[in-house]
């Protein structure tokens, strides 16, 4: 008996080709590649010049060139249509060059993926404004977050910027970060630039400027609908945790009383995980507009935005570990 199991153990013959083929299959699949992407977007000092957000300079200007004052709403309505699917369309033909030349090769993803996502830009926000607001240096961080928000800061008080910057960083992480994450994975590279091209078209063409009211509304409705899945998968990752359905249903009323449903529920998931009180009166161009209060119970303080940068951070993390396990279970 004990021959016989010896001897099936020796007659199994493993070849070294088959070992290195199954570890490049492991290397080459899709959550690996975005993990690594993950790694050197936030290690490595990549310029804010070669990051896709500095296109929105560029898209402001074209914009300007279409979206006319003396045109009617329907023409303002039509060319912001024609204008976004245009600029999506040259930045997926570019896209589709760029990796013929590379041979298609998935590792594309490794140059690509760090210029696309953003992290580093919300980790720096939450960290100066805690530095300036730590120092009681309230002038300066409205200075510092004026050009990220449309609302007006100069008359928020200390535990108003903290809000202000933790809303700030929840959005914005969420948008450029975590859903460029999601649609990496649905789609591939035209999927992430896709999801990143819509959220900077929506913050350059916001319809909450009053030129936009009319030409912002098809590329906000395309951000908002491709956020719902993004939205759903985050809050399957808030699951991990001792009570994970209190947190979705805070997210889910949060969704249903505010103006935007996406950021209502996303907001509301964090705050709640947190226990932060965000939403509550803002001011746009010197009118006050009344949102719901959302989240938890405690004000926000200096490091709130902090905790929510490492919070949204360690949820993308979780899901790019998730997808990495599924892909390696069906691939051996």
Known sequence: MLDEFINGITSVNVQPEQVGT?????????????????LLEFLLPIPDEVRLS???????????KVNRPDNTAAHSYLAGILLPFLIIFLCLLLMLIFASVA????????????????????????????TLLHNGQNEETKALLKPFTIRQVD?????????????????????????????YMIAG????????????????????????????????RIEHGMLLFPAAILGLCSLVSFFPLRAIRAGMLCAAEYPSPVSGFVLGLLGYKLN??????RY??????????????????????????????????????LCILVEA???I
């Not at 500095?54 to 300007?64: G, N, T, V």
């Not at 161009?285 to 209060?293: Q, Y």
């Not at 989240?295 to 993308?316: C, H």
């Open 329 to 331: 279970l069906t691939t």
């Open 22 to 38: 199954v570890s490049l299959q492991l290397l080459e699949l899709p959550g690996v590649i975005l993990m690594f992407a993950m």
């Open 103 to 130: 041979g298609f090769d998935s590792w594309l993803g490794l140059v690509v993926l760090p210029l696309i996502l953003e992290s580093r830009l919300c980790m720096h926000l939450s960290e100066e404004t805690a």
């Open 155 to 183: 008359r928020l008080s200390r535990m108003g910027l903290a809000k202000t910057c933790t809303e700030i960083v929840i959005q914005r992480m969420f948008v450029t970060w975590f859903a460029v994450l999601v649609w």
């Open 276 to 281: 932060i009180s965000l939403g509550g009166p």
């Open 189 to 220: 590279l035209p999927g992430a630039l896709v999801m990143q091209l819509s959220s900077i078209m929506s913050r350059s063409f916001s319809t909450k400027y009053p030129q936009n009211k009319h030409f912002g509304t098809c590329i906000t």
């Open 54 to 64: 500095r296109l929105s300079p560029l898209f402001k200007l074209m914009a300007a």
């Open 284 to 321: 746009y161009h010197g009118e006050i507009i009344r949102f719901p209060r959302i989240g938890g119970a405690a004000d926000p303080n200096i490091d709130s935005a902090q905790r929510a940068f490492n919070r949204l951070r360690w949820y993308g993390i979780i899901f790019v570990c």
